[in-house]
């Protein structure tokens, strides 16, 4: 379970929360500064902000967490066919006007088709 956290691109997303994190204290403190040194409100406003932003994208970092340690990892296993063109299915029943657009767009993606391979 914890060895997906310690993947090479998961590491490097903790280094960067973290440091992500740590910046939004320095920029807080910066604003504060500013601020007590005859900033106006839009200062001390930056000063809240900057550390709720902070702590703001650690709580969405842990949501990610989260869902990647409940994640099926099977999930992410591909098939062994692989589709590379599906026909569009045309919905007959209900509204002829619906199935009738629907045969249109099919007309012109198998022209299109078409063209692209003359080339």
């Not at 997906?4 to 500064?33: C, D, E, K, M, S």
Request: charge should be negative; hydrophobic fraction near 45%.
């Amino acid at each position: 379970m914890l060895p997906r956290l310690l993947t090479p691109r998961w590491v490097l997303l903790h280094l960067l929360i973290t440091a992500l994190f740590v910046a939004t204290f320095f920029l807080g403190y910066w604003q504060l500064t500013k601020a007590e040194n005859g900033g106006g409100a839009v200062n001390w406003s930056y000063a809240l902000q900057w550390p709720l932003y902070g702590f703001m994208g650690l709580f969405f970092y842990g949501k990610m967490v989260k869902v990647e340690l409940n994640r099926d990892p099977d999930e992410d296993e591909p098939g062994q066919d692989v589709v590379l063109y599906q026909r569009p299915r045309i919905d007959t029943t209900g509204d002829p006007e619906l199935a009738a657009y629907n045969r249109y767009l099919a007309e012109l993606n198998e022209k299109a088709l078409r063209g692209r391979d003359v080339g």
